[in-house]
């Protein structure tokens, strides 16, 4: 019998931009068989990618790697949540946020070096109305975004951001009242975004100082969006860093609260859920073991 630590990969074939590449070969070329015993899925449909995963830590793999985009790394994530199975990424979408802010290399062959070295540790994750997240999650604008976004056959970068810069002119912000850190605040909201890990991906940081470690989500909240404050804060966003009060606001918390008359459209990890008119948002410390080149 082997008794090597076991790793499933589990292969998107659907995420990122058509290529050529032959994954499953790299893999196989690539990791380091003396350490590992292994065995390559595919998802066959969304959602999928939870199951396989799920069925990997009940039978003691020692790791997971998701290869593909956000969503199917949030998929995977959430198939070992609370195990002592690791999740591992092999970035494959556009965005790769987690990767991102793992410090994961973007490239095949890097990202296969971080899965021979096999550094482990963990990092929290999040709940938004009881669903799991593990970039971010958020209410208004981004979830509103993310909900043009699927319904739309063109993917990547490019895409999203004229859809951003086309409909930033139109969305409207709504008021809520929102509970943090023994506070209430009526206030409007254009976006309402609860950071685990630093940025939405694409290396645009919504939360430049949040530490995926630290038991505490930062909230950043836009109340309202004119061409000046969108300016300032994409601009802070993609060089990383903290914007000016006028343009949004940062609280630390693990826990918040929204309640509103409207309903709002919320995300988790860019994935549309839905609308609702009240949320939950909870922090769930170190709950998610990770593979990582170094301390996030
Ligand atoms: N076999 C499949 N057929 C169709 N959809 C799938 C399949 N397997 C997974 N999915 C779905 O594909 C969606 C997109 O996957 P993913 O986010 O990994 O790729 P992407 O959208 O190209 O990347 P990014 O989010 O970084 O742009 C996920 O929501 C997942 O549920």
Same mark, same amino acid.
């Given at each position: 019998?082997?008794?090597?630590?076991h790793i499933?990969?589990?292969?998107?074939?659907?995420?990122?931009?058509?290529?050529?590449?032959?994954?499953?070969?790299?893999?196989?070329?690539?990791? #380091?068989?003396?350490?590992?015993s292994?065995?390559?899925?595919?998802?066959?449909?969304?959602?999928?990618?939870?199951?396989?995963?799920?069925?990997?830590?009940?039978?003691?793999?020692?790791?997971?790697v998701?290869?593909?985009g #956000?969503?199917?790394?949030? /998929?995977?994530?959430?198939?070992? *949540?609370?195990?002592e199975?690791?999740?591992?990424?092999l970035?494959?979408?556009?965005?790769?946020? *987690?990767?991102?802010?793992?410090? $994961?290399?973007?490239n095949?062959?890097?990202?296969?070096?971080?899965?021979?070295?096999?550094?482990?540790?963990?990092i929290?994750?999040?709940?938004?109305?009881?669903h799991?997240f593990?970039?971010?999650?958020g209410?208004?604008?981004?979830?509103?975004?993310?909900?043009?976004?699927?319904?739309?056959?063109?993917?990547? *970068?490019?895409?999203?951001?004229?859809?951003?810069?086309? /409909?930033?002119?139109?969305?409207?912000?709504?008021?809520?009242?929102?509970?943090?850190?023994?506070?209430?605040?009526?206030? #409007?909201?254009f $976006?309402?975004?609860?950071?685990?890990?630093?940025?939405y991906?694409?290396?645009?940081?919504?939360?430049?100082?949040?530490?995926i470690?630290?038991?505490?989500?930062?909230?950043?909240?836009?109340?309202?969006?004119d061409?000046f404050?969108?300016?300032?804060?994409?601009?802070?966003?993609?060089?990383?860093?903290?914007?000016?009060? #006028?343009?949004?606001?940062?609280f630390?918390t693990?826990?918040?609260?929204?309640?509103?008359?409207?309903?709002?459209?919320y995300?988790?990890?860019?994935?549309?859920?839905?609308?609702?008119?009240?949320?939950?948002?909870? *922090?769930l410390p170190?709950?998610?073991?990770?593979?990582?080149?170094?301390?996030p």
């Amino acid at each position: 019998m082997d008794t090597k630590p076991h790793i499933r990969f589990i292969i998107n074939p659907k995420s990122g931009p058509k290529s050529k590449v032959d994954v499953a070969a790299r893999i196989k070329l690539h990791l #380091d068989h003396s350490k590992y015993s292994h065995e390559i899925v595919y998802t066959a449909h969304a959602g999928h990618a939870t199951e396989l995963a799920q069925t990997a830590a009940g039978q003691g793999a020692a790791m997971v790697v998701a290869v593909g985009g #956000d969503g199917t790394v949030s /998929e995977v994530a959430r198939g070992l *949540l609370g195990t002592e199975t690791a999740l591992a990424i092999l970035p494959r979408g556009s965005g790769n946020g *987690l990767a991102r802010h793992l410090q $994961v290399p973007m490239n095949i062959d890097g990202a296969l070096r971080v899965i021979n070295q096999g550094q482990s540790t963990r990092i929290d994750s999040g709940t938004i109305n009881g669903h799991p997240f593990f970039t971010t999650a958020g209410i208004g604008f981004d979830a509103y975004i993310s909900s043009v976004f699927a319904g739309n056959k063109k993917r990547g *970068l490019k895409t999203y951001v004229e859809l951003v810069l086309k /409909e930033v002119r139109y969305y409207k912000h709504l008021p809520v009242k929102v509970s943090i850190n023994g506070n209430t605040l009526d206030t #409007d909201c254009f $976006v309402l975004a609860f950071a685990n890990a630093a940025q939405y991906g694409n290396n645009a940081y919504i939360a430049p100082l949040a530490d995926i470690r630290d038991g505490l989500l930062d909230v950043c909240l836009v109340r309202q969006l004119d061409m000046f404050k969108a300016l300032n804060l994409s601009y802070c966003m993609l060089t990383k860093q903290v914007a000016s009060p #006028d343009s949004a606001e940062y609280f630390k918390t693990d826990s918040v609260d929204v309640e509103t008359d409207h309903r709002i459209m919320y995300h988790a990890d860019g994935e549309f859920i839905g609308h609702d008119s009240k949320f939950s948002v909870r *922090l769930l410390p170190l709950s998610l073991k990770v593979i990582t080149l170094e301390k996030p």
